[in-house]
């Protein structure tokens, strides 16, 4: 939104965004980001529950948009917003669509291995993710991204080239292309059982969840009955060690998979804080331990 708000030729008029919400351990309630940098900037808010009614975007229409701008807001608009703004609405979403519609790109890109992955810019419809592309950016993948660092890196390239792309959108120098439809992935909210490792699975697999999972809902595996988190991973070397066994390898802490091995890089037990791995064996006395299926 700064980037928008400082562009010459564009004048942000309103910021929508979800009321605040109960947050930290004291559950106080907490603006959304988005709210504290529209009220740094003397940008008006709106904080509606929803947009469902015609009467919850009245707001919208009294401030007269020529483009709406839609960037993770959480609720599919309906016909009576997205008419609102002469010039409609533009929407950013992390993938190279008609690949990964939904709410899960990032992580899906990293869980597929992809060699890239992208911003575009698409006219919003009624169908997800679904509306005509404006624009395009690529950006290749260098296999070691979690879906923190890459969703951070998508972001301020969307912010990059998203004022240029309005500006030429409102003036019609830019053509919308359809998508493809018969190329269309679709992804999908995860929950944290999406994030709940399988011992069997391949090594590769394996520490691309571990990638994908952060910052939330962190892999997770059972120690003991108790739930076992793993921050980080990576490949090792190694074989004749089963399934979710884990012992010691020189100075790394190792596990079997299914396929191959991975190494045990961050790791945080029940009831304690992240720690690196080496430091939790440590206080494990055993010459191994064994992962609940």
């Not at 909210?189 to 994908?212: C, G, P, Q, Y």
């Not at 399934?243 to 790394?252: L, N, Y």
Request: with cysteine; charged share 25%; net charge negative.
């Amino acid at each position: 939104m700064n980037e928008l708000a400082a562009h010459p030729e564009l004048d942000v008029v309103l910021v929508v965004t979800q009321p605040d919400r109960p947050a930290g351990r004291g559950r106080k309630l907490t603006p959304p980001p988005v709210k504290q940098a529209a009220e740094a900037l003397g940008i008006p808010v709106y904080q509606p529950e929803s947009l469902r009614t015609v009467d919850a975007s009245a707001p919208l229409r009294e401030a007269a948009p020529d483009l709406l701008v839609v960037v993770a807001y959480g609720e599919i608009l309906r016909k009576h917003v997205l008419d609102l703004a002469p010039a409609g609405a533009l929407n950013v979403h992390p993938s190279l669509l008609p690949r990964y519609r939904g709410s899960a790109p990032v992580r899906a890109a990293i869980l597929n291995g992809d060699a890239e992955t992208g911003v575009t810019i698409m006219r919003l419809v009624r169908k997800l993710d679904a509306g005509p592309i404006v624009r395009q950016e690529r950006v290749p993948l260098a296999g070691n991204e979690d879906a923190e660092s890459l969703s951070d890196e998508l972001a301020k390239l969307a912010a990059e080239f998203l004022p240029e792309t309005c500006v030429n959108w409102i003036n019609g120098s830019l053509e919308a292309v359809e998508q493809d439809d018969a190329l269309a992935t679709m992804t999908r909210e995860w929950s944290r059982d999406d994030a709940r490792i399988d011992w069997t699975a391949d090594a590769v697999d394996t520490e691309r969840l571990v990638r994908a999972s952060q910052p939330w809902p962190v892999a997770w595996t059972m120690l003991d009955g108790e739930p076992f988190r793993i921050h980080r991973s990576a490949l090792a070397t190694g074989s004749g060690l089963a399934a979710g066994t884990v012992r010691r390898q020189g100075k790394k802490i190792i596990v079997g998979c299914g396929s191959g091995v991975l190494e045990l890089v961050s790791v945080q037990p029940a009831g304690k804080r992240a720690m690196p791995a080496p430091g939790w064996w440590n206080g494990v006395r055993q010459d191994e331990v064994q992962f609940d299926a």
